[in-house]
């Protein structure tokens, strides 16, 4: 694929509307030819924990426009492939673009899927290891546009791997052993996954129904809407005992 738009979203609090910043970077022919970045007043306000992750505040976003206020200047952007480094960002978008009726019918990659299935010998996929695994030029995390950029530039590497990017179809059973697979890899669990996890069992309610006590579980964890250390390893431990018994 030569041709795409690599996003990124920032979130303001544990909703999945909540998009604080989003940033893109559009290629064409391989070449990045466009790359911005957005603050949104986001849905729900600011919570610390996440203010605390990206820097982001109310300060920063009191006189933003919101996502529907925005979408006008960006819209083109989403009728090209859309590469991201987790379905976090793909759930964020369809939220909003539930919340602000824009009625978006996008496709959509992820490139840490493509990356756990080509380069299986790596410790982990996430964007940083995988920035340094093809010496790509450093970037400052969470920061939107620059996580698009590198994730763009990533995307473009693991082409090199093979002749077409495909995403097969998998069952959802197999698709939550990958998730959690890949949550466990690095053998940290950091909110934004814990956060994605929930938001899948959520959007596939058969295997979310089957899964009830991992769902208990990840809110039960999340309730304060924040995610510390202590929690991280308690999490860390259910879901490794989850897919024990997937196996």
């Not at 920063?60 to 919101?66: A, L």
């Not at 959509?108 to 290891?129: G, N, Q």
């Not at 938001?199 to 990840?218: A, M, R, S, V």
Request: contains cysteine.
């Amino acid at each position: 694929m030569r041709d795409f738009v690599a996003i990124d979203f920032e979130t303001a609090n544990p909703q999945r509307v909540s998009a604080c910043a989003i940033g893109y970077a559009k290629m064409s022919d391989c070449k990045l030819i466009e790359a911005k970045g957005y603050l949104i007043k986001p849905v729900g306000g600011h919570a610390t924990f996440q203010s605390k992750i990206h820097g982001i505040t109310e300060e920063h976003t009191f006189n933003k426009p919101v996502f529907g206020e925005l979408f006008p200047e960006i819209k083109d952007i989403f009728h090209y492939p859309l590469v991201a480094h987790s379905l976090f960002d793909k759930q964020v978008l369809k939220a909003l673009s539930d919340k602000f009726n824009l009625g978006l019918n996008f496709s959509y990659i992820d490139s840490c899927a493509i990356a756990k299935e080509k380069l299986p010998a790596l410790k982990d996929c996430k964007l940083k290891t995988l920035v340094k695994h093809f010496d790509l030029p450093a970037f400052k995390h969470h920061d939107a546009k620059e996580d698009a950029i590198a994730c763009a530039n990533v995307f473009l590497k693991l082409q090199d791997h093979t002749t077409e990017i495909m995403l097969s179809a998998k069952d959802e059973l197999s698709e939550l052993k990958g998730m959690l697979k890949g949550i466990l890899a690095d053998e940290q669990v950091n909110y934004k996954e814990a956060y994605e996890l929930l938001y899948w069992l959520e959007d596939h309610p058969e295997t979310g129904g089957q899964q009830q006590n991992l769902c208990f579980k990840i809110k039960e964890v999340l309730d304060d809407k924040r995610l510390d250390c202590t929690e991280a390893t308690e999490i860390k431990f259910f879901l490794e005992q989850v897919l024990g018994e997937l196996k």
